[in-house]
């Protein structure tokens, strides 16, 4: 089955400095990779997603980028607020037939103000 | 309703004793997953349905567990006999379609004494 590595586990960032999280999927069939914003005691909340026929793809101060031939991809976090704080997941899928999602481990991003 | 809601939100259990969780997915969504979330990890996929098929269990992690969804809109996951590796948040999450992002409830959190 589909394996997903994340890191770094932990991540401390100044106010307004980018904050990057990276992954690593194992199956080559996997071409839906969503990302998750998981608050304390909060539901995980999409917040952006990428699939295999696109190498980025930006929303504000939220980009994903997709390297299918290392089976890399990575969330980019720009001009970081406090309210950026919370655990990221990143997450792949194979998209046909049914999402069945596999879950990195996850990142806790604390942005200091 | 405008979100997924599961209840109970939190759920205390002595060992032994069976437990049932409820999941009201997005009204229209056909596909309704049960994942597992262990403290400081990410969600664990359990099981799937289409409608009130269910086409896949392969992630329940013993015959304990049990998921139905007999009118293809409310799930329920119930436990039989509890034992302590069964203390988690357990997350339901609905998409309008296999094709379409998921969308998570708040989940339900599982102590078991």
């Known amino acids: 089955g589909e394996n997903v590595e994340q890191h770094p586990s932990t991540l401390s960032v100044q106010e307004g400095d980018s904050a990057v999280i990276k992954c690593t999927y194992s199956d080559s069939a996997s071409n839906y990779f969503p990302w998750y914003k998981q608050e304390l005691g909060k539901r995980p909340q999409l917040i952006i997603d990428?699939?295999?026929?696109?190498g980025e793809k930006k929303d504000q101060r939220i980009a994903v980028t997709l390297n299918k031939t290392a089976k890399h991809f990575s969330l980019h976090i720009t001009e970081t607020q406090p309210e950026d704080s919370a655990v990221y997941f990143c997450?792949?899928?194979?998209?046909?037939?049914?999402?069945?999602?596999?879950f990195g481990t996850g990142t806790k991003l604390q942005v200091i103000p | 309703g405008a979100g997924v809601s599961q209840s109970p939100r939190y759920k205390v259990a002595k060992r032994g004793q069976d437990v049932a969780l409820r999941c009201d997915p997005i009204?229209?969504?056909?596909?309704l997953f049960w994942y597992q979330q262990a403290l400081g990890q990410g969600p664990e996929f359990l099981t799937y349905?289409?409608?009130?098929?269910?086409?896949?269990k392969s992630g329940l992690p013993s015959d304990r567990f049990f998921a139905e969804r007999p009118e293809g809109s409310v799930s329920t996951l119930k436990i039989q006999r509890t034992q302590q590796e069964d203390s988690a948040v357990y997350l339901c999450?609905?998409?309008?379609?296999?094709?379409?992002?998921?969308?998570f409830g708040d989940g339900t959190r599982l102590s078991i004494l």
């Open positions: 009204s229209g969504h056909v596909s």
């Open positions: 990428i699939r295999s026929n696109v």
């Open positions: 999450a609905s998409s309008l379609s296999e094709y379409q992002p998921q969308h």
């Open positions: 997450a792949a899928s194979r998209a046909g037939g049914y999402q069945k999602v596999t």
């Open positions: 349905f289409q409608n009130e098929a269910q086409l896949d």
